[in-house]
């Protein structure tokens, strides 16, 4: 499995960006797909899943501002960031995960000036 994805750059607070991740190489119906982000001295952490039950979760600090959707036939999950802040500036990775594997992007950067 491969992951490509796009869309990071630099925003002011306030703003908005949208990252998008294209899937090849087999993508499962049974497969999650996500958004993950690492900041610098900091561990990689959730911000937005899509399972493959259609449950879609979010870190507490992107709720109400992020949205991701992901669309199977396409194999392809997006992630709409608005009132973006300071504290959301990290390397997000996109991410497929199966219960006995992970799968991850290349990462892009997402920088958000004060």
């Known amino acids: 499995v491969q992951l490509q994805a796009s869309g990071g750059g630099l925003v002011q607070a306030g703003g908005s960006l949208r990252l998008s991740c294209v899937a090849s190489?087999?993508?499962?119906?049974?497969?999650?797909m996500g958004w993950y982000r690492q900041a610098p001295g900091k561990q990689r952490e959730l911000v937005a899943v899509v399972t493959y039950g259609g449950i879609i979760d979010y870190a507490d600090s992107v709720k109400g501002r992020f949205t991701i959707s992901r669309n199977r036939d396409k194999d392809t999950v997006d992630l709409q960031m608005n009132s973006l802040k300071p504290e959301d500036t990290a390397v997000y990775y996109c991410?497929?995960?199966?219960?006995?594997?992970?799968?991850w992007g290349q990462g892009t950067q997402v920088t958000v000036s004060s």
């Open positions: 190489g087999g993508i499962f119906v049974t497969d999650d």
């Open positions: 991410n497929t995960r199966r219960p006995d594997s992970n799968y």
